[in-house]
Every structure is written in C-alpha cells, then in structure tokens.
C-alpha cells in the first residue's frame, strides 16, 4: 500500500511537470505570433508614403536641472519615436543632452521667457528641416503613432497649433504642435515685432501664447 501511494504521487509530479513544460512551450509560442501579428499590424499599408504624407516631427521637451530623472525616462520612451528630440533647460546638460538657455532662474515666474527662447533657437536651427513641431513638458506622456496618425490628415503648410483646448489657449500641459508655418509666423510677426508680450512674470507660457493670436 505504501509503495502504491508512493508511485501515485511520483506519477502526479512527473505529470504536472510534463503539463508545464507544454503549457510554458505553447505560451512561448503564441506570443510569437503575437509580436508578427503586432509587426504585421504597425506596417499595415505603405509606410513610407505615410511618413512623406505626415512630414517630419521635431519633438521639443521643456526640463529643468532638477527634472533629470523625469527627461531622461522621456528620452527612453516616447521621445525615441520623434524624428529628432530637443531638451531645453536653463543650463547645459550633456546626459540628455539638453540645451541651456540664458535665464537666470528656472522657475515659473520664467516659463514665458523660457519659451520664446525655444521658439527663436527652433526657428533659427530647424525651421526648414521639419514640418511639425511638438511642445511638451518632462511629465508629458505621448503616444506618437497615434499623434502622427492624426496629423497625417492635416496640411502642414498651413499655420496651425493643435492641441487641448481651454477656452482660448491649448495646454502646454499636455502639449501642442505647430507648423512650420505657425513657427515662422510666431517668431518674424509675433517676437520680433513685440506683438506678443515681452515680460508678464508669472504668467503660464501656453496661456501668454494663446493671447497672442
């Protein structure tokens, strides 16, 4: 009786380890056929016409020395979808890298003055390379594909600014794009003719830039 019962359990061990061999085997290989399938999905249609039909996306992200950790996870994640990928801080950093600009403080009082730098080293470094270009802050997620889908369907020759409107501004929160176009118009008729603000401390940059147009 004892050897019995001995055996029986041997048995049910060898068993349950023959049934996890398999299933661990057929797990292994559906997720095989996921990973094609999801390949097959993200090259459905003519990639390449639709990358010259969406145009090329500079992506810009606005950081600050203290913020390292939160721009460095951005670089990790989604940044590495953009076509090119620009940090700007108020100091150099070559981890990033990230490009210091000339403020003297990195705080809210100076978002504004923050951002119209952006824009002039943007309109003076990149303006012809890119069709679009996308602002947003180290703690903004953003899923590109899904960004690019949208802009295939707009004209990037056209001036606009695109994103989550508040009443009369869109979030620079959870970012906003602009054409070349709109960058152009922004720097040559808004920044250099003074038609946008020059100094409104403590005032958020997406709200500034909304008043401006």
Not at 55 to 81: D, H, I, S
Not at 96 to 111: H, K, M
Not at 146 to 172: A, Q, T
Not at 179 to 201: A, F, N
Request: aromatic share 14%; with cysteine; glycine share 6%.
């Amino acid at each position: 009786m004892y050897n019995q019962k001995n055996k029986e359990f041997l048995f049910g061990i060898l068993l349950g380890y023959l049934l996890t061999i398999y299933l661990f085997n057929n797990r292994r290989d559906s997720s095989a056929d996921i990973s094609v399938n999801f390949q097959n999905l993200s090259s459905y249609g003519d990639r390449q016409q639709l990358a010259r039909k969406q145009g090329k996306l500079l992506c810009w992200v606005v950081t600050a020395p203290q913020n390292q950790f939160k721009a460095l996870m951005v670089k990790e994640t989604w940044g590495r979808r953009c076509d090119k990928l620009l940090f700007f801080s108020s100091r150099n950093d070559t981890s990033l890298p990230a490009i210091g600009l000339p403020i003297e403080v990195d705080s809210r009082n100076q978002l504004w003055n923050k951002a119209k730098l952006t824009y002039r080293y943007i309109y003076s470094n990149f303006l012809d390379e890119y069709d679009w270009f996308y602002k947003a802050d180290d703690d903004t997620y953003t899923i590109v594909e899904n960004l690019r889908r949208l802009l295939s369907s707009m004209n990037f020759s056209e001036p606009l600014i695109l994103g989550r409107r508040f009443h009369d501004f869109v979030s620079g929160g959870s970012g906003y794009v602009m054409t070349r176009e709109t960058i152009r118009r922004l720097v040559e008729q808004g920044l250099d003719k003074d038609i946008c603000k020059s100094q409104l401390p403590g005032r958020a940059d997406d709200l500034i830039l909304g008043n401006s147009f």
